[in-house]
């Protein structure tokens, strides 16, 4: 039972509310008698821009499950409404296309550094941070719209952040762009499949099952 609704939190207190909790194995989100902190729809791209901009220092008083766990509940929306904020035509277009680029942050000055080398889709045991890494663009509720010329710019900024997070030297981060990129095949499958196929010629000797998740992905037909 929600016991106290705000819509006006402070950064503080709602990156306290978020990430400050012990790590259960039914998301704290489910308990009884929670405090419901989750800002109104601007200030949330705002709040959410500015963690993931720099999520190693803002969420540096959090450990690596709390992180993960605070991640999941933002990212998911049977958890919280945060990602739908993204496509609320009421906000501004700059302010949501920045706040989708600043996805790519978690990545290259979280993930890569806090996840473990290995492969989530075989269930190979990782960090925590591993499990967020992997599911990120398989729990954001966002799914492509081609035929829509605003969504259509959105859904353009969220495949860059994948093509790019495929640069990165972490087999964890370019595991996730490739969940994200097999389950966009649907939308826009000519472009994905360029994506995929320029990312596995430049990199010739990626571990092999990497690169068998990449041909799947390359065919929308992952896990």
């Known amino acids: 039972m929600v016991i106290f609704k705000s819509q006006n939190p402070t950064f503080n207190e709602w990156l306290t509310w978020a990430f400050d909790h012990p790590i259960l194995d039914k998301g704290w989100w489910f308990g009884d008698d929670i405090e419901w902190l989750e800002p109104a729809p601007m200030k949330t791209v705002a709040y959410l821009t500015k963690v993931f901009e720099d999520p190693a220092t803002i969420l540096a008083n959090f450990s690596d499950g709390q992180i993960n766990q605070g991640l999941w ?3 998911h929306n049977a958890c919280s409404s945060h990602m739908f904020a993204v496509i609320d035509d009421d906000i501004a277009l700059e302010d ?3 706040c989708v680029r600043s996805f ?3 990545y290259e000055k979280l993930f890569v550094n806090c996840c473990s080398p290995t492969l989530s889709h075989l269930s190979e045991h990782g960090e925590p941070l591993n499990e967020i890494c992997y599911m990120w663009w398989d729990l954001v509720p966002i799914c492509g ?6 969504r259509a710019k959105i859904d353009q900024e969220i495949l860059k952040v994948m093509s790019r997070t495929l640069q990165l030297k972490s087999d964890a981060c370019r595991e996730g762009a490739l969940h994200g990129l097999g ?5 826009y499958p000519r472009l994905i499949e360029d994506i995929i196929d320029n990312f596995l010629q430049d990199n010739p000797n990626l571990r092999p099952e990497l690169a068998r998740y990449a041909a799947s992905a390359k065919t929308g037909k992952i896990n």
């Open 183 to 187: 389950h966009w095949h649907e939308f």
């Open 96 to 98: 949501r296309i920045t």
């Open 73 to 75: 509940f933002i990212a």
């Open 104 to 106: 790519y942050f978690l």
């Open 145 to 150: 719209q081609p035929d829509q010329p605003l």
